[in-house]
Nanobody, 121 residues
Framework: VQLQASGGGLVQAGGSLRLSCAAS????????MGWFRQAPGKQRELVAA???????NIADAVKGRFTISRDDAKITVDLEMRSLKPEDTAVHYC????????????????WGQGTQVTVSS
């Protein structure tokens, strides 16, 4: 499967953006999909994940502000971002076939291209 991310841009602090990830084929068989981000000089981090069936996992840094949703019929995974802060500035990546290791880390087997989110203060 290939993933195409869209929706990034420049927004003022307190604003909102919606990122969308379109898959090239049916995603019913994919257990976990999500969004990662990487800010300059920082490690990539998992922002939000959605499991087949709808269960979600949201990072503490964005909990209460970001919502992830998955539509298997439309084969999309969207990230709704509200109350954005300058520290949310990063390249955001859509990913599929997420996994977690025994040390609290996470990764994915399939990656889309990044989309830049810039939040000005």
């Amino acid at each position: 499967v290939q993933l195409q991310a869209s929706g990034g841009g420049l927004v003022q602090a307190g604003g909102s953006l919606r990122l969308s990830c379109a898959a090239s084929r049916n995603i019913n068989s994919i257990h976990a999909m999500g969004w990662f981000r990487q800010a300059p000089g920082k490690q990539r981090e998992l922002v939000a994940a959605v499991i087949r069936g709808g269960l979600t996992n949201i990072a503490d840094a964005v909990k209460g502000r970001f919502t992830i949703s998955r539509d298997d019929a439309k084969i999309t995974v969207d990230l709704e971002m509200r109350s954005l802060k300058p520290e949310d500035t990063a390249v955001h990546y859509c990913a599929a076939e997420l996994y977690w290791d025994d040390y609290g880390g996470s990764g994915a087997n399939i990656w889309g291209q990044g989309t830049q989110v810039t939040v000005s203060s």
